[in-house]
């Protein structure tokens, strides 16, 4: 075969093109290419390391560490060498890694520690491999400032009596190496909303490669996962994580978000945790949470979440600040009022009311019992704060809780006043 060999100055580039066919414009063509085959130029060849990875590791085991960094919401990871296979958290040594690149410590002093403390199956190198959930601790082997999971801990032990269950819905939007929406037209918008949730066909979901492989996955490494759907804007998904009691909601959940990082990387997308990914008329992202007592779960427990609901009204802007891991920043672009969300500034509640922050479903109304949905945590929030604050308020009545939300035009109206104040004095003291 001849080809007609054209280069383009394009990052060194040659591009080789079948004698007879034909050649688009230069600008064109090379703006197709770099569209449409982005994710190859930066992919790898996923045949040659199933070679590889399917290689005997004899009777090593390898575990991957796994930790929330400094932003709250994001994960870290790194693997070790086991020379036996664990089978509880506190079989698995201590490690440490560099804060200083994990906001999370300043380079002078740089070690913080890694605590197992929940051991899952790994998916991806399967056999006796694992993946381990970390706690951050200190240089003095005190949780570190940015680890809320040992606070929920002690909440969820304090409230252990009430056998507290929740379900958290976790929506996440897909996203081309580029940023752009998974599916969506380069250069344009799809269709309005209405026709992808729930649904079926080429025209109106995509990437169900990636939600049906993240399914298995966390089956396989026991993540209690209950449930998936398409979300209301094209290219948004949702799973469900639960029931769960306790401290095992925010570590299941986090795993479960651990692997879907991962098998969206091996796809080549990205799966992003952004409460409002597409500003204009689309719905956001939300985690969306579950919640009943033992009390709650029995005939005539309707009452239970009525008062629990009672409670939560009195904390709403306490809560608000730990719903997200800006304090509520996060929570301002999407809890609007709009795209079946309440509003961030006024607490509501109703039955199957999705516009509510908190919807008592139709059936736990008919029965007189079951749970409620706290519709308020983003879905970048960390599980462990949502739960706890839940618990602190509902169950441990907790009447003033450490963290508060400020709206964002009331902070700018407290810094007019400051500056006026500051003003006022320098002004008196020139007149002394």
């Known amino acids: ?42 992919s790898t060849d996923k ?70 403390v929940a051991i899952y199956r790994d ?3 399967l056999g006796k491999h694992k993946l381990v959930l970390c706690e951050t601790l200190d240089n003095k082997m005190q949780p570190h400032k940015t680890n809320y999971r040992r606070r929920c801990a002690q909440v969820m032990e304090a409230a252990k009596d009430e056998h507290p269950w929740f379900g958290m819905e976790q929506e996440y939007t897909l996203l081309d190496v580029d940023g752009h929406p998974f599916g969506w037209p380069k250069n344009g918008f ?15 979901v995509y990437g169900r490669d990636v939600v049906e492989a993240h399914y298995r996955a966390c089956l396989y490494a026991g993540v209690n996962i209950s449930g998936t759907n398409a979300e209301v804007m094209p290219g948004q998904w ?3 994580v639960g029931p769960s009691e306790g401290i095992e909601m925010g570590d299941q959940l ?4 651990f692997l879907l990082h991962r098998v969206a990387e091996e796809f080549g997308v990205i799966a992003t945790l ?37 409670k939560l009204s009195q904390a709403h802007a306490e809560h608000i600040a730990y719903y997200d891991p800006t304090g509520g920043k996060d929570n301002e672009r999407r809890l609007t009022g709009l795209h079946e969300t309440a509003s961030i500034s006024e607490f509501s509640y109703g039955v199957a009311s999705r516009c509510s922050s908190i919807r008592i479903p139709r059936q736990t109304q008919v029965d007189g019992y079951g749970y409620y949905e706290d519709r308020r ?51 008196h003291d020139e007149q002394k």
């Open 1 to 42: 075969m001849f080809a007609l060999v054209l280069t383009f100055a394009l990052a060194g580039s040659t591009i080789i093109v079948p004698k007879g066919s034909q050649v688009l414009p230069k600008s064109r063509s090379l703006t197709m290419d770099m569209s449409l085959n982005l994710r190859e130029q930066f």
């Open 47 to 116: 045949v040659i390391a199933t070679n590889f990875n399917q290689l005997d590791s004899g009777d090593k085991v390898l575990a991957e560490y796994i930790w929330i960094d400094g932003s709250g919401e994001f994960l870290r990871s790194k693997t070790r060498t086991l020379f036996k296979e664990p089978t509880n958290p506190d079989e698995l040594p201590i490690w440490n890694f560099d804060g200083s690149s994990t906001k999370q410590a300043e380079g002078a002093d740089s070690d913080v520690f890694l605590k197992p």
């Open 123 to 125: 998916p991806f190198r």
């Open 190 to 204: 799809p269709g309005p909303q209405g026709p992808y949730y729930c649904g079926v066909g080429a025209n109106k």
């Open 238 to 240: 949702e799973f469900q």
């Open 254 to 257: 986090w795993i479960a978000r």
């Open 274 to 310: 952004d409460p409002k990914p597409i500003q204009g008329d689309w719905n956001g992202a939300g985690c969306h949470t579950n919640v009943s007592t033992e009390k709650m779960r029995k005939p005539g427990g309707y009452q239970e979440i009525i008062a629990a609901i009672e």
């Open 377 to 427: 945590p983003s879905s970048n929030c960390d599980p462990y704060c949502v739960t706890e604050a839940i618990i602190r308020t509902t169950c441990l009545d907790v009447k003033k809780l450490s963290r508060s939300y400020t709206p964002q035009d009331a902070e700018k109206l407290r810094k007019m006043i400051n500056d006026l104040q500051k003003n006022k004095i320098e002004e």
